[in-house]
């Protein structure tokens, strides 16, 4: 079967870690025809907009992406591509794994972690309504709603039990905030009624946080509301070696789009060096999405390979291999 995909490389060192990538799924034998596009500033310079609709009108009918990383400037400039993306397309659940590698080293490593944060993906403080009240005083609202709580619960649990999880961790401020985070966790209780097999508990974030640096182990799947799940999401890839290790996907009922979570690194942008093994565990979910369970296990068993091996792993992992000859590697693995 052939499927149609958009592809947006994004900027810095997208182009290279996204080439990289398509080499090693076009490897797998695939069928796929990839429809190029650009956001970001690239775009901007190009079109005079950082989100041309093209590119939503390609996801919207192709309802598959695969996404480099775009990088959003800090305090000032355009707002971030990443968020429009998710908002506009409806992309409700972001899904961010965090499952170790061998012969990445870190203080976990004897831990075999595999852990699964489930981000709602659309609301919270990233609703992005915000205005100076008056000079010096900048007011931020925090939306959270039912519809958007019940939904990110019941994509948690329903992935539990379709992959044979078998704990949800409701995370939360409740104490402190008692309506928002309150509302979250009566509907995620009212969710976790109806999946018995499933252990459900619930922390205070701050706690978690403790806990994951303390006993990554105790934890399964982690829900939680958009703020807390971008930063522990980010926490739980530091456990098993960075955000060049991890992926992500933005999913929703009508599309959904699988991308590096990490940044652009400009500083290191067309010199060869970057680590693309990010977007290639993005593009194993995004095979598994369309699929394509065969390909998927063969490019994560590629990947897998490759690090067990150790000899062409690049700089930031302790190798000196460039992003092509890891790419060459991976696609080698594949056979």
């Keep these: 079967m052939k499927h149609v995909i958009s592809l947006l490389p994004g900027d810095g060192i997208g182009p290279e870690v996204t080439q990289a990538t398509v080499r090693a799924v076009e490897a797998t034998g695939v069928d796929i025809e990839w429809q190029s596009l650009e956001a970001g500033s690239v775009a901007l310079e190009k079109t005079g907009e950082v989100l041309p609709e093209s590119v939503l009108a390609s996801l919207r009918k192709n309802r598959v992406g695969l996404k480099g990383p775009i990088a959003t400037p800090i305090g000032t400039g355009f707002s971030s591509v990443n968020v429009s993306l998710r908002k506009t397309l409806d992309l409700y659940a972001n899904f961010r794994p965090a499952r170790a590698l061998p012969g990445v080293k870190t203080p976990f490593s004897d831990r ?93 974030i701050d706690n978690t946080c403790m806990q994951l640096v303390m006993r990554p182990e105790q ?28 992926p992500g996907a933005n999913l929703g009922d009508d599309c959904a789009i699988f991308e590096a979570v990490h940044g652009s690194a400009p500083d290191i942008a067309g010199q060869n060096v970057a680590n693309p093994t990010a977007l290639m565990r993005a593009a194993v979910q995004m095979l598994d999405h369309i699929d394509e369970p065969e390909a998927a296990q063969r490019l994560r068993a590629a990947i897998e390979h490759v690090y067990k091996e150790g000899k062409s792993l690049t700089r930031d992992v302790g190798g000196t291999a460039s992003t092509s000859t890891f790419a060459d590697a991976v696609v080698a693995a594949i056979g």
């Design 219 to 246: 934890f399964d799947i982690l829900l939680m509301e958009n703020l807390y799940g971008d930063i522990v999401s980010d926490l739980c890839a530091g456990l098993v070696g960075g955000l060049g290790m991890v």
């Design 112 to 204: 075999g972690l595999d852990l699964i944060v489930v981000r709602e993906n659309t609301e919270g403080l990233y609703s992005g309504l915000e205005h100076e009240v008056v000079p010096g005083v900048v007011e931020s609202l925090r939306i959270i709603t039912e519809k958007a709580s019940l939904r990110i619960s019941e994509y948690a649990f329903a992935f539990a039990r379709k992959a044979g999880r078998k704990k949800v961790s409701a995370i939360h401020k409740a104490n402190i905030m008692k309506l928002g985070d309150g509302l979250f966790l009566r509907c995620s209780r009212q969710v976790a009624e109806r999946y018995p097999e499933i252990e459900y508990d619930e922390l205070i």
